[in-house]
């Protein structure tokens, strides 16, 4: 199973989280940005439908798959400062 991190840090004059290299907004506090990444942690361990998806790749090339919407992650939370 995929175990996707989600870390708390700092970011831009306040805290944000990160998954990857995705970064979340900026949330004034420490607090505010754990919170939004439990949420949204949680969320993603929610399954949902099965449907195409389009993304595109790092050398800009295009892709398309079916996501089964019920193989949903494994995620923690982490505290990176």
Known sequence: MVMVKYEVVEH???WAYKVGGAWSETFPTHDAA???ATRAAARQTVA???DGI???DQSGRWHEELADGHDRPA???VDGS
């Open 12 to 14: 831009d004059g306040g």
């Open 34 to 36: 754990l919170k939004a």
């Open 48 to 50: 949902g439908s099965t």
């Open 54 to 56: 389009v993304y595109q």
């Open 75 to 77: 995620t923690r939370v």
